[in-house]
């Protein structure tokens, strides 16, 4: 039986590493995916999912307000049996779009592996989030850890010396040169003005993505 999986995390703990390697096994045993990645996220390129150690593949971008079963539904109408649906960005889903997906899940009986941050740079939830934690059949967190030696939970956006930013829109693409991820008690600290992190250096555009 299908079911709905949330992997959800701070900022690099791997979530699209995951999901490649998720992918790569579907295909290695002869069965389809179709990896979703936002439109919104194009640091390596229109379309590209890829992590931070290399792995990249080829996304069928979805818009904010795109209906995702009907987009499923089109891909099974054209390429055939589908086995499983890969949700990069989850975060960035519409609340209708989560829905979308436990319908994916209940009425075409594909399994769906959503991967998202939980939280944004206020410690709030992301709508994609809030009711994937809602709806989801299994709930798994991808840990990382926080510079302190603690396991990170929260989000940090800072500016280009270090230092919190607790205002702005809710979504603002970057890495590791915008967002460190880190513990409560280090969010707390840093969001109270209270010490800088140290920043790194942007990552490139990895240059011709291959299907992993």
Not at 67 to 74: G, K, S
Request: charged content about 25%; glycine content about 8%; hydrophobic content about 40%.
């Amino acid at each position: 039986m299908a079911k709905l999986y949330f992997y959800y995390s701070a900022m690099n703990a791997g979530k699209t590493t995951t999901l490649l390697q998720s992918a790569h096994n579907y295909h290695e045993r002869g069965m389809r995916t179709l990896i979703l990645t936002p439109r919104l996220d194009d640091r390596y390129g229109e379309g590209v999912v890829a992590s931070r150690i290399g792995l990249t593949a080829r996304g069928h971008i979805f818009e904010r307000n795109e209906d995702i079963l009907a987009l499923v539904r089109a891909d099974v109408a054209t390429h055939g049996v589908l086995h499983c649906v890969l949700v990069d960005e989850a975060q960035f889903l519409s609340k209708a779009q989560a829905w979308a997906l436990t319908d994916v899940v209940d009425e075409l009986d594909i399994p769906v592996l959503a991967y998202g941050l939980r939280t944004d740079f206020r410690g709030e939830l992301f709508e994609g989030s809030q009711y994937l934690l809602a709806w989801a059949d299994s709930l798994t967190e991808i840990k990382t850890i926080c510079h302190t030696g603690r396991k990170a939970t929260m989000v940090v956006r800072v500016d280009e010396h270090g230092r919190a930013i607790t205002d702005g829109p809710q979504i603002e693409i970057g890495g590791n040169e915008r967002y460190v991820s880190v513990s409560r008690a280090e969010f707390k600290k840093i969001t109270a003005g209270h010490g800088r992190i140290e920043l790194q250096q942007p990552q490139l555009p990895l240059p011709n993505p291959k299907p992993v």
